[in-house]
């Protein structure tokens, strides 16, 4: 494995790798440099695409979440990258957790130290069975939409904490989830009355604006809508008590979305003593923490002939085609997945070039596409970038960015292994990290 070469990573959990310090930079360098040990002494796959994830990251957002949004209880989205490090981590900080599955709410039980309250069965289409089972885990607090799920739920949880999803504006983020879920509010009273008649306790509204909204000003119509509900609520009986503002955080948008979301509550939910206010954030506390390097395993480039007269060796340039094409050992089926299902656009870099990290900005550039390793042509990671000439088979790129929804959504399709992880925590938040995952294991949550 890429991390094999390292000495001096504390190993907190015994079925974990183990934690370093430093600049993920560092990291990237040191499994670059392991990697080409590895080749030279003819270790099969010795080049293999790696991730540094680096948990300071996941830190910092989480100040800067508590520092914007005070009153507001995160509970990660699992989903987005079920990380065991990331999970302790925020299990460690006092962070909830969505979970949509039954593997999802076992992964997060399983750490030990997160009370079954603390988690949110966030799904509005549920398996009898997964209802079933989160009532056998103790996890009350679940999501509806649609009234065949009030009678699953009265059949198979009938003390369940229910939470009904309402419809809001989705149309300003990269992936709208409004076509599959969401109870629209003329449907809700009808919804509720169904509700009280089986029994049911509804205690809140939820909504999710969509995944990567790029206009956070939603939130406030958003707001405006749960509050109706919550007088739909009176009107049928119920006093709610939870709040649940869904997901959608990005990252350069965070402290706008902030804003739009502590004005908006202020202004519909002015008295709340016993209103409890929750998220679902996902890739917002973890899409920076993961950098991806990967293997320049092939080439193909126009082949310059040395008996040709210069006008024939020089190709014409098709901007659409670019004519040298890098072939990765990660790619859409794999870590690049975000490209096809997250509508992600990625910037590959250059991390090393013929064995040297010492890169120079005034390279000569061309265009050039970049592709996956599996056989399939839908395996394309970018289809146009300019990258250094002197690009060879060996050398390595980076890419940014690379923590959310990508090694979780990961395919082994054609043979290729989930790329692995190597965890560091490093610059501003290590001291905080680390002292958080050693308490969280000293307390014996340490599998
Ligand atoms: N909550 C639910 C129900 C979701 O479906 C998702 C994403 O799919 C999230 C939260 C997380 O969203 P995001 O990563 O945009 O914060």
Known sequence: SPDTHHDGGDVIFPSLPPLYTGHPEVHLRNGI???????????????????????????????????CLPEIQP?????????????????????????????????????????????IFANPCKATSFVRNAAKMGVDMMTFDNADELYKIARAHPHAKCVVRILTDDSK?????????????????????????????????SFHVGSGCYDPSVYTDAIMRAHAVFDMGKETGYTFKLLDVGGGFEDALF????????????????????????????????????????????????????????????????????????????????????????????????LSMNGSFHLTEDQPKE?????????????????KTALPSALRVGDWLGFD????????AASQFNGFEVSKVIYTAGGAGAHEVRSALMKFAKDGHGL
């Not at 080409?36 to 270790?43: D, G, K, P, Q």
């Open 367 to 383: 265009l050039s596409s970049v592709w996956g390793p599996t056989c399939d042509s839908i395996d394309c990671v970018s289809e």
């Open 255 to 350: 402290e706008q979305a902030a804003g739009f979301l502590t004005k908006a509550i202020d202004t519909y939910f002015p008295e709340r003593p016993d209103i409890k206010i929750i998220a679902e954030p996902g890739r917002f506390y973890v899409s920076k923490a993961f950098r991806l390097a990967a293997n320049i395993i092939a080439r193909r480039a126009p082949l310059a002939s040395p008996s040709a007269a210069p006008q024939e060796v020089k190709q014409e340039e098709d901007p659409e085609h670019p004519s040298v094409m890098y072939y990765i050992n990660d790619g859409v089926y794999g870590a690049f997945n975000c490209i096809l299902f997250d509508h992600q656009i990625v910037h590959p870099y250059v």
């Open 33 to 67: 440099m392991n990697a080409s040990r590895l080749a030279a002494a003819h270790e099969p796959d010795a080049e293999k695409a790696f991730f540094v994830a680096d948990l300071s990251q996941v830190y910092r957002q989480h100040m800067r979440w508590k520092a």
């Open 173 to 205: 983020s990269l992936c709208a989830f409004g076509i599959k879920f969401g109870a629209p509010l003329v449907t809700v009273p009808g919804l509720l009355a169904k509700a009280k008649e089986l029994s049911l306790d509804v205690v809140g509204v």
């Open 75 to 119: 509970f990660y989205a699992v989903k987005c990258n079920p990380d065991p490090y990331v999970i302790r981590l925020l299990a460690s900080l006092g962070a909830g957790f969505d979970c949509a599955s039954n593997n999802e709410i076992s992964q997060v039980l399983d750490v030990g130290g997160v009370d079954p309250s603390n988690i």
């Open 401 to 408: 960015n690379m923590g959310a929804y990508t090694v979780c």
